[in-house]
């Protein structure tokens, strides 16, 4: 579960626990896309064609502690 979400402008922020992702006592790296306003979620063509992404293409953030 989610334990805080906040939006402030153009930003928004999640708290996830450590221990919900069993990650307590380990490194951190994580990757994630933004994706929105996609016609059909089962074709990945769609990722190109239809809606936002962030970022573009096949790129994706990378978060490492």
Excluded: H
Excluded at 21 to 38: E, P, R
């Amino acid at each position: 579960t989610v334990t805080d979400c906040r939006v402030k402008e153009n930003q928004m922020q999640i708290v996830i626990p450590r221990k919900l992702i069993n990650m307590q006592n380990k490194s951190l790296q994580l990757q994630f896309k933004w994706v929105d306003n996609i016609s059909s979620g089962e074709k990945i063509e769609s990722f190109y064609t239809d809606g936002d992404a962030a970022p573009i293409g096949r790129l994706n953030y990378v978060f490492t502690e």
